[in-house]
């Protein structure tokens, strides 16, 4: 066929050739295997790639609708902030990438704050969303994830972050940095409060982000191979002009040295934050002195057994083969429903949450 | 012999031509050399606090990075009696990039942290360019919990380009010892003040910059991350570096405009290399002095100034 592509015009041959990209907005292709999943599919499994269980990147509005009972929340408005105060440009004006990023991803910067229930608990929640500038950390995603953590508190509710990052926002400058103190101080009061902090690790959680309030959650919860650092692999290989170790900086390596709790299928996902939340608030009614004298015991709670005879490497090659951890699970074997065990008098008002029924649409 | 600064260059050729005359004058008293030296020395002077006096950022950089900058080391040995060194995170090692310890500051027990960068090859290397592992930040902790348990001032000297990034470091987890070391710093009833003595870098620097006060010398800079790191994000070109430095707004004087820091400390003319005694000193006064304005808060007062002191900030720019 060579001496046709040589006469024919471009134009044509391209209707020749067979093999063809598909179109972008119908197709979506794996980023484990490679192989081209449905976007409708994908969508219903929960971004999930039934082809490998590649877990793939979700959009901060999916996840909180993934989160909450029936997918309905309010959306908790976060304060604003001033805009651009390094009048920044790098190429491009720092002002004109926020509107972009705006319109590309509906939302009004990197962090969107939900409040619902889980299994009939109320929750507030925070997702990043990588689709917003890396979901980089600046003065509104900070603003943010510490209004979601006051907002919290206000509630007596527990609290949900989806962690997904590239660390801090560069066109912010040190007002960016700034941002790993003002969330820790958010961090600090939901801890002060005795509210359970769940931090879920989503792919990438990095700079930052990692080295601030995403590493201070009671209870870690890691999405597999998702790439958890605090320098990327990549300065790391520039700094020391080596080959990195197979599976560095994924969730499975933290699990294997003791920065996470736990590695969990996405199908699975809302079943373990339901019971880690459940059980972590069934101690919540006590007086603040018997709650003092339960603080032994919460360390075992979070998981922490010291003394496992398990070693790292152990850890890391049961967590990669995963069958446990990463397959999903048939309905009848899931975690059950607690609707019914929801507590009330524990010194919220009790009444049912007005917030919980609108639609998670706006 | 000094070593100059690229932008230093007119000043140290005048300054060579300074020496070259001394030599040439200590045989015979040659009036007219000796007046030529004076007019040459004085214009060397003025040439310098001119240059001084409108440094830009990238020449802020490089002066904030001069190996002959006083380190944190220096800043101990000049200010604070009965030092003693404390070593080692009781996890898993001892990490010099961050050095800490006991010691009398103007009366008071204090524990002092800093980052430390070295001064010869052979320090740069002990101490890792200033450049902290997870155990180091670990030690901080350790060392900031044992001054809250005795009630004793914290004094950190920041003075690093950033935490050390390294496969050992992220296996031993750096983003969570430095999350926790933030965490510590707002957790302390006792006064904390830092100055940022050279190069605030990132998350290395604010692990242990989280204080009550934040003081800064007149050459240093305090940034999200190196000019370089930074320019190979947004540019995708260490080249860029100069343009990074430029708009991130880094320098002493953008940060006490941003409302970041409290204080700047003035630098000698011509660096704080120049006249390294002579900033010490300075240094000294106005630690003492914000140590002083917290005497008699309580330590929920001090935890309350340190958390309202960052969560006002940026919102009025």
Known sequence: ????????????????????????????????????????????NQFVFPCCNHH??????????LLFDKGEFTIVAAPEVPLDPLKFRDGKRYTDRLKEAKTKTELTDAVLIGEGTLDGRPIVAAAQDFRFMGGSLGMAAGEAVATAMEHAVDKRAPFILFAASGGARMQEGILSLMQMPRTTIGVRRLRAARLPYIVVLTDPTTGGVTASYAMLGDVHIAEPGALICFAGPRVIEQTIRE???????????????GMVDMVVHRH???????????VLGSGQGDTSGRAKGLRGARGRANGHFNGSALDGKEMEALAREGNALIE????????PS???????GRGDDGKPKSGGGAKGTA | MRTYIEFEKPIAELEAKVAELRSLSSDGSNVSIAEEIGRLEQKAKQLLA??????????????ARVSERPHCLDYVGGLIEDFTTLAGDRYYAEDAAIVGGLGTFRGRGVMVIGHEKGHDTESRIKHNFGM???????????????????GLAVISLVDTAGAYPGVGAEERGQAEAIARSIDCCLSLGVPMVTVIIGEGGSGGAIAIATANRILMLEHSIYTVASPEAAAAILWRDKGKAIDAATSMRITAQDLMDLKVIDEIIPEPVGGAHRDKAETISRAGAAIEKALKSFDGLSADELREHRAERFMKMGRSI
Request: charged letters at 35%; a positive charge; aromatic letters at 8%.
């Open chain 1, 1 to 44: 066929m060579n001496w046709i592509n040589n006469v024919v015009p471009p134009k044509i041959r391209s209707l020749l050739t067979t093999r063809r990209e598909p179109p972008d907005d119908f197709w979506r292709k794996c980023g484990g295997c490679g192989q081209m999943t449905d976007k409708k599919a994908l969508e219903q």
């Open chain 1, 56 to 65: 793939d990147r979700v959009d901060a509005k999916s996840r909180l609708k």
């Open chain 1, 243 to 257: 080959q990195l170790p197979e599976g560095f900086q994924r969730a499975e390596y933290l699990l294997a040295h």
């Open chain 1, 268 to 278: 699975k996902l809302r079943e373990t934050l339901s019971r880690v939340v459940r």
């Open chain 1, 328 to 335: 999903p699970v048939a309905d009848e074997e899931r975690f």
């Open chain 1, 338 to 344: 607690r609707k019914a065990d929801v507590r009330t």
């Open chain 2, 50 to 63: 001119e240059t001084y006096a409108k440094l830009n950022p990238w020449q802020k950089t490089m002066v």
């Open chain 2, 132 to 150: 902290a592992r997870p155990e180091g930040y670990r030690k901080a902790v350790r060392l900031m919990e044992m001054a809250d348990r005795f």
